[in-house]
């Protein structure tokens, strides 16, 4: 089955509430009219209701199944209350006057409506760049216990393929114990997009063939992501046709349960993860999905700005199955 029909079979019916701070963008309402037509989700729209009804109206949207909530005009004692859950979750980090200057912006107001537990997901970013999408989940949502960093994962599809390339979107040279918490992230994040994870620590070295500090640190990252998940085959260094061809797998890594069969890869810094899924999406005509954020407490997505309606379309859907999971 295609990813996307094993999602929406997981989230039809759910009535899992997602918010879009860009509300006044006609990528983002004909996106969100498809997901209430087809009973996928419940999207919120952020911003002004006559604006919203206005732009939908100019291009035959029919947003009657939408909630368009007006971010900027909500009775005080809601306010309030959203401003005395920033300053606790903040611990003395934000001053009530900056809690409720942060209101004033939709993404930190949608923040917090998932950190409230109001929605059960946010998808932003068609309108502005990720540091806007990714600061307000950090500040409020923050990370999972005993994870220390976000990361940023690509779902690659292609007719009956699918794989996982981590991290190609958030950090720029992790460490050895960044790059463990991020196998095992995209370990996790795998299993909900039907994925069966044998994870690839990538390296331009197989098991030892090349030396030098960059290797070093994929090896560390091995031993401390197979410490941290010893149930799921994570295996390295392995360079991407030891880990990727059965036949070269057999060859440089006999021993591998990984090698030559792996669907998940960790890339050793952002440089290369990037380069990698966009080679994949270029040359070989793979379909990229994402990025999508791992290791928050709640589900924030993070769109790029030269998406288009389908775009915000799979990525609601995926914000809604990772809030299911």
Known sequence: MDLFDILKDKVSGKNVKIVFPEGEDIRILGAAARLANEDLLKPIILGKPEEV????????????ELEILDYQNQPKEIIDSMVAAIVDRRKGKTSEEQARQWLTDPNYFGT????????????????NPTGDTVRPALQIIKTKPNVKLISGAFIMQKDDQRYLFADC????????????????????????????????????????????????????????????????PIDGELQFDA????????????????????????????????????????LGDFEAIGPILQGLNQPVSDLSRGCNEEDVYKVAIITAAQALA
């Open 53 to 64: 009804q206005q732009l939908a109206s100019k291009h035959q949207i029919d947003v009657s």
């Open 112 to 127: 917090t409506m998932v950190y409230l537990n109001k929605v059960d997901g946010m998808v932003s970013g068609a309108n």
């Open 169 to 232: 979107a958030i950090n720029i040279d992790p460490d050895a114990n960044s790059l463990a918490e991020i196998a095992v992230q995209s370990a996790n994040s795998a299993k909900i997009f039907g994925i069966d994870p044998k994870v690839a620590m990538l390296s331009f070295s197989t098991k030892g063939s090349a030396k030098g500090e960059v290797v070093d640190k994929v090896q560390e990252a091995t031993r401390l992501a197979q410490q941290m998940d010893p149930e799921t």
């Open 243 to 282: 880990a990727f061809v059965p036949s070269v797998g057999e060859k440089k890594a006999p021993d591998s349960k990984v090698a030559g069969h792996a669907n998940v890869f960790v890339f050793p810094d952002l440089q290369s993860g990037n380069i990698g899924y966009k080679i994949a999406q270029r």
